[in-house]
Structure formats: C-alpha cells, structure tokens
C-alpha cells in the first residue's frame, strides 16, 4: 500500500496516475455536447448505492472508468456555452495547474512552518488585491472557502468594533436582494435574524440610499447601535450594484462599519473597461470578493479584505501547540492568527499562477466579455415579445419570463415558467436558473463563459418558449 503514497520512490507512479486521470478529464471535456445528460437523482444513486466501499478496485484504469459511470458523464460541465445558471465560471488552465501543484506538495496555510513560501504568496495576493480596491497603506485579509465566510468574518470584526455592552442593540442593514449569507450570519453572530434590516431597492435592484438614511436615523433614535451596512456589488440574483459613494457617506454620518459584498462583482478590479462600476469601494471597511465566481477561479478561492489590519485582531486566538504568543514578536508570518480556519488550502496559489500567466488584463477582459455578452442579451430579450425582462445588466445577469400573449393569468404563466426551466434541466440542452421578482417565478440567465455567444442565448430561448408552449398547450387539454 505504500506504494500509493505520494514521495520520492512513487514519484513516477504519481505522474503517471495523474496524467491518467486529467487525460480522461480532457477527453471528457472535449465530447461534451451539452452542458448535462439529464439524468435525476433517482437514475443515478443506484449505481452509487451498489459500489462497496470495502473492496477496492487497486488499479487505477478500473477506478477511473468506474468514476466515468458514476461522475464524469452525468457531471453539470460549467465550461459548456449552454450552461447559464448560477455563478459558476469556467476555469482558467493556468489555476487548474495551481490546483494540481497545491494539493501534490499539501501545504497549509496556517502557519508559517506548514507553508512557508505559500504564506509570502497568499499575502502578496491579498495586498495586490487591496491595492486594487484602493483600500490605502494600512489594508490586509485572508483567503478564505468562500464569499459567505468571507462575509461572516466581516461581520464578526464589525460586531466586535461596534460600540456597544448589548449584542440586542446591534443592527445590520442589507438590501432585499442581498445575499442570505447576510441573515446567516447575523443568526451565527448571535444577533438573530431579524437584526439585519431590510432596506428596498429601486426599479434597478439597487439599495435605496433614502430608505437607507431613514433606517439609520430611526436606528439612532431608538438608542439602537447601527452595527455594519452590507452593500452588495454585484447582486446574485440581477447583478446589481449598490450606490457605494452615497451608502460610504451615510456610513460615514452614522459611524458605521462598511461591508461590501463584492463576492460576484469583484471581477470589475480587473476589469479594462467597466472598473468605474465599483467607484467607492475604497470607502469599505471591509470587502468580500469571490475569485471562484468572476476571475475564473476553480471553487475555493475567495477572500475578506479589510481597511484597518488590526480589526483582524478579533479572529485571532493563540494556541501553544500552534501559534503561541511569542512568535508575533519573533515576527513568524501564521495567517491562522486572521483566518476562521485552521488548516487550510492553499488556494491563493490558483490565483498566483493565473496572474503570472495571464495578467490582471488577461482575467479582466474575460469577464468585460461576459459583462457586454449580457447587454446583447438584454437586446435580445427586450426586442423579443415572448419575453419580460427585468433590470438592465450592471454586471452578466439576466432575469426574464416567458410571457404569452393569450394567457393571462399569472399564476398560469408562473407554471410555465418553472415547467420550462425543469424540463430544459431534464433534456441537458441547457441550464438555466430562477428566482421570484415581485412574488412571480422568472428565469435567469448567469453568464460567466466568454465562448458563450448570442445564438447560444437565443437558442436556450427559443427552448424554453418551446417547453412553455407545450406545457401551456397540455394544459389547456386537461382543463377541457
Ligand atoms: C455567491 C455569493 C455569496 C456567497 O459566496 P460563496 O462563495 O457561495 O459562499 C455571497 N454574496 C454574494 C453577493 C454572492 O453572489
């Protein structure tokens, strides 16, 4: 069995093992003709079910055949142009070698003496992405597993600069549409849900810096203790992003700590042509961005930045087996001394070796790509009568509904909506998602591929008016 163990004497075997294995993945990924095969979740768990666990197939080739059966052939292939759902990207080739080399070599993250060099790596990242956002000399973060980490730790720093002696004081405010992260965290925090305030947003999905202002105030006057105001760059459902300047400045007035939410909206820092979108985000306190949503990053890669490095100071605890005291003063750079986790990967390295390979330009022009993608789409969609579309792109979100002409009843309509959307998932054609706008069931358009093209887009909608109809056609049956 040792010789399974990755070292000096297996090497070879290391090699051979995964090249075996990626040239698998390269000639699945090269066959795929559609973004799924359809299969449920019925068809599929049987042939999970009878693998033994407890007898082993040793070889290489007859795990890896086994694994196309049970993964690789029915697996969502995000790199696919027809897959248009969530904020999934496709990923770049120079951080998929990142990822090979990180988990070979196992560093973690830490502490300096499980990662040395990594440690250096990780911190360059983080200040050259301070440095983007603009948020001045005295900046730093972590990487983390993901924007709602990420925005937990903002939070938690944020709960812990406020000025209060009563956690029941603290309030958060966050548009509807932000992320449920938000709420989760507030729960985690030991706040409750219902201290995050909800502000609405105007016919641009964006935060209403008036409703905002108002909920401060009365904050201030119920001797309450306005806590952090999120404002998200980048919205998950429409892309859309908060006013930063004017929600900066009231956070400004009322002393409050800024988080902004840029988990999907980060792409904008590399961004050649759109970085003006998130002017103001230099005013956060903190940032959450999400490499593994718009910088093509293979899931994780993310990060918590902060303005003032010693707000980090409320995520540290020193144990002696790992990170006593004393090495602070030594000056040991431990990351564990600003992270939520202990181990932890070494995902900043995806990032490293996409910047070195690519460029900043590189990545930001991939995602200026998608970004004008969604206003042709927004064309199309708008010249279309089928189609009710909502909320002119910010970023690469469309969020529309099959509307037809003789159904009125929107109930009916929302039926056919949510028909479309399952039976396009079942034939694998494409993938698309939804959500509910003013209480009605859409579907949405997330697109992060660049080879993604209009006639993609008008496809997938000439597909979903086609299983709407059909369904629409059904039901008319079964009412006479
Ligand atoms: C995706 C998303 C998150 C959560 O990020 P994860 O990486 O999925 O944990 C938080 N905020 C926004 C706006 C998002 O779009």
């Not at 897959?83 to 990822?99: D, F, K, M």
């Not at 490499?291 to 020193?318: E, G, I």
């Not at 697109?447 to 059904?474: F, K, S, W």
């Amino acid at each position: 069995m040792r010789s399974h163990l990755l070292n000096d004497t297996n090497a070879e075997r290391y090699r051979r093992t995964v090249t075996e294995g990626v040239e698998r993945v390269a000639a699945r990924i090269a066959a795929t003709d559609r973004p799924f095969t359809g299969i449920t979740a019925d068809a599929l768990a049987p042939r999970i079910e009878s693998i033994d666990l407890d007898r082993p197939l040793g070889d290489t080739t007859a795990v890896l055949d086994e694994l196309e059966e049970v993964y690789l052939r029915d697996a969502v292939y995000f790199h696919h142009p027809r897959y248009l759902a969530h904020l999934n990207c496709p990923v770049v080739i120079p951080a998929v070698l990142g990822e090979a080399v990180l988990s070979a070599v196992n560093s973690s993250l830490d502490t300096w003496d499980q990662s040395a060099g990594g440690t250096l790596i990780e911190r360059k990242l983080v200040d050259w992405t301070t440095a983007r956002i603009g948020l001045g000399p005295a900046a730093d973060g972590v990487f983390t597993s993901g924007g709602s980490q990420s925005n937990l730790q903002a939070l938690l720093l944020a709960r812990e600069e406020a000025k209060t002696d009563s956690l029941e004081k603290l309030r958060i405010f966050a548009s509807e549409v932000s992320h449920f992260s938000v709420k989760k965290s507030a729960q985690l925090l030991g706040l409750g849900q219902d201290a995050v305030i909800t502000i609405p947003v105007d016919h641009d999905k964006r935060m209403r810096t008036v409703a905002l202002a108002r909920e401060l105030e009365r904050c201030a006057q119920d001797g309450l203790v306005p806590m952090a105001v999120v404002a998200t760059a980048g919205t998950t459902d429409f892309g859309s992003i908060d006013p930063l300047p004017e929600i900066a400045e009231l956070c400004e007035q009322y002393g409050t700590w800024m988080h902004v939410d840029a988990a999907y909206g980060c792409g904008l820092l590399a961004s050649v042509k759109y970085r003006d979108r998130i002017d103001g985000i230099e005013h956060a306190d903190s940032v959450t961005v999400d490499y593994h949503k718009s910088f093509f990053q293979p899931v994780s890669s993310s990060a918590v930045l902060v303005k003032d490095a010693a707000t980090l100071r409320h995520a540290t605890y020193h144990a002696e087996y790992l990170n006593p005291r004393r090495m602070v003063q030594e000056r040991i750079p431990n990351q564990v001394d600003k992270s939520l986790q202990t181990t932890r990967r070494f995902d900043a390295l995806k990032l490293w070796m996409t910047l070195r390979t690519m460029g900043a330009d590189g990545i930001g022009q991939l995602f200026d790509e998608v970004c004008d993608l969604a206003v042709r789409g927004w064309e199309l969609l708008a010249a279309d009568p089928r189609y009710d579309v909502v909320v002119e792109p910010s970023l690469s979100t469309l969020v529309f509904r099959y509307i037809p002409a003789a159904v009125t009843d929107p109930a009916e309509i929302d039926r056919a909506n949510l028909y479309a959307r399952k039976a396009l998932f079942a034939s694998g054609d494409a993938v698309v998602a939804g959500t509910k706008v003013s209480g009605r069931h859409y579907l949405k358009f997330t697109l992060l591929n660049p080879e993604t093209t209009v006639d993609d887009m008008a496809a997938v909608l000439d597909l979903i008016a086609g299983h709407a109809e059909q369904y629409l056609g059904e039901s008319v049956v079964r009412a006479s």
